[in-house]
């Protein structure tokens, strides 16, 4: 769950909690408490926006090794980005 976690905000820059639990398919609960986690572990920003706390990635380590993961698998596997995409829509829908 953390690696997707992860995943969906280094895919989208920034998101809440509500919209990361919609789109991974997970409880708002478990959710908030890995993002939680992250944030105390200094991985993850956070900042208000009206009614809600949108997260992001900070630290420039765990950017980078997103990076690495990513691209290794887009490497190995082509056409993977289009499917983890096309099952998170399919998931938030």
């Keep these: 769950m953390r690696i997707k976690v992860l995943d969906h905000l280094h895919r989208h ?3 809440s909690v509500q919209e990361v639990a919609t789109a991974l398919g997970a409880s708002h609960a478990t959710v908030s408490r890995h993002l939680n986690l992250f ?3 200094e991985i993850l920003g956070r900042r208000r926006d009206g009614p809600r706390v949108r997260y992001r990635i900070t630290d420039p380590a765990v950017l980078r090794l997103c990076d690495e ?3 290794g698998l887009a490497e190995r596997h082509p056409g993977l980005d289009i499917q983890l995409t096309q099952q998170a ?3 938030a829908a």
Excluded: F, S
């Design 13 to 15: 820059d920034e998101a």
């Design 39 to 41: 944030h105390r572990a």
């Design 69 to 71: 993961v990513c691209q």
């Design 89 to 91: 829509q399919e998931a």
